[in-house]
């Protein structure tokens, strides 16, 4: 839900300018820190995949930029990576910092290449998931499910038994050991 509201609140115009005057087909280049995770997103149409832990993230953004649409759930080293690899007047949209989350801030690594923002124009825009919640629910519901049952969207489930694991499924979200939309299962009723 929170990349369709972002998408629906911030992007959709945006998008649509890009497609129309910059680029007939806009690239999608996805990152992930396992070959597990890289092959599932090569399968949901990612035109190039990077092992953000093996690979080198700012070569590759290089090679395949630039970048006009940014979507940033994880801040630190990659968002720097993207930031120098941005087109002119591109968009960052900031949803998450997950390479912070659990680091004091003292020891958060820093935004160096923030100057890019300025000498190129760019939008930087963030959200929490709740901000376009009440504008586009409706939406979601009567445009979302009906694509899943088709398959037309494809999900993958990290399904944890009970609340007792809660905890555990919070932290595997936030380290990365997690595959898919990590879900805690309360009740076995259908």
Not at 106 to 120: A, D, L, M, S, T
Not at 136 to 163: N, Q, S, T, W
Request: aromatic share 10%.
């Amino acid at each position: 839900m929170p990349a369709y509201f972002g998408y629906r609140g911030i992007m959709e115009e945006k998008a649509k300018t890009f497609l129309k005057l910059r680029h007939p087909k806009l690239k999608i280049i996805a990152s992930a820190g396992t070959a597990q995770k890289l092959e599932v997103m090569r399968s949901l149409g990612a035109d190039v995949v990077v092992d953000y832990k093996k690979e080198n993230v700012r070569a590759t953004l290089a090679q395949h930029g630039p970048i006009d649409i940014y979507w940033d759930n994880a801040a630190g080293p990659i968002l720097d990576d993207a930031l120098a690899n941005m087109a002119e007047y591109g968009v960052i949209v900031a949803c998450g910092a997950i390479s912070s989350y659990n680091v004091e801030e003292k020891n958060r690594p820093p935004v160096k290449n923030f100057i890019e923002v300025f000498q190129k124009s760019l939008t930087v825009k963030g959200y929490r998931g709740p901000d376009f919640v009440q504008q586009y629910m409706a939406d979601f519901i009567a445009e979302i499910p009906p694509l899943v049952f088709a398959g037309k969207i494809r999900l993958r489930e990290h399904r944890y038994d009970g609340l007792k694991h809660a905890g555990q499924a919070l932290a595997d979200v936030h380290t990365g050991a997690n595959f898919g939309k990590s879900l805690i299962v309360v009740s076995d009723d259908s």
